[in-house]
């Protein structure tokens, strides 16, 4: 089992940047898949990115490509989500999942993680 918690949100101004971080529980962390997602008010959580074990491979949501990048350190249990460039549409609740199936389709669904994080703030203000 492992425990996530996210922070780094916070407000900032539309063309800015924010990087998040999700510090994992445990020794496990590099036995794990690791995933952003993320919900805006009346929405539903969608994804943002995730990164494999060792992160030499990593995949985002079309929409998202060239301003997000996801990141991990296996050395202190923590997986980053690197944003810029952000606009009013990337407000939202970031969190992070951890799965512990094989880096395979699938990873762009919620059933895919087994554990989550409490979530982080993201707000851009236009």
């Known amino acids: 089992q492992v425990q996530l918690v996210e922070s780094g949100g916070g407000l900032v101004q539309a063309g800015g940047s924010l990087r998040l971080s999700c510090a994992a529980s445990g020794h496990t962390f590099g036995t794990y898949v690791m995933g952003w997602f993320r919900q805006a008010p009346g929405k539903e959580r969608e994804f943002v990115a995730a990164?494999?074990?060792?992160?030499?491979?990593?995949n985002y949501a079309d929409s998202l490509k060239g301003r997000f990048t996801i990141s991990r350190d296996n050395a202190k249990s923590t997986l980053y989500l690197q944003m810029n460039t952000l606009k009013p549409e990337d407000t939202a609740v970031y969190y992070c999942g951890a799965s512990p199936k094989l880096y395979r389709s699938g990873y762009d669904s919620r059933n895919y993680y087994h554990y989550w994080g409490q979530g982080t703030q993201v707000t851009v203000s236009s």
């Open positions: 990164i494999n074990r060792s992160g030499s491979s990593t």
